[in-house]
């Protein structure tokens, strides 16, 4: 899986620079899909937990606190 560059670059640019490496966009891109799938393994938990095959947004919710 890969997060497409310009939403990406869009985050670095909204917290204030003005100016954006491929590169950065690229670290950035691997440390969000990273966290991602943190968030996502936790979320799952969080669902098995609850007896649910199904990821529901307040597991997400609970898996980010």
């Known amino acids: 899986m890969s997060l497409p560059n310009a939403p990406v ?6 917290a204030g620079a003005e100016r954006v490496s491929e590169k950065a966009v690229e670290e950035l891109k691997d440390a969000l899909e990273d966290l991602g799938e943190e968030i996502s393994a936790d979320a799952m938990g969080v669902a098995d937990h609850a007896g649910r095959n199904t990821v529901k947004a307040e597991d997400i919710d609970l898996a980010t606190r």
């Open 9 to 14: 670059e869009r985050i670095i640019r909204n």
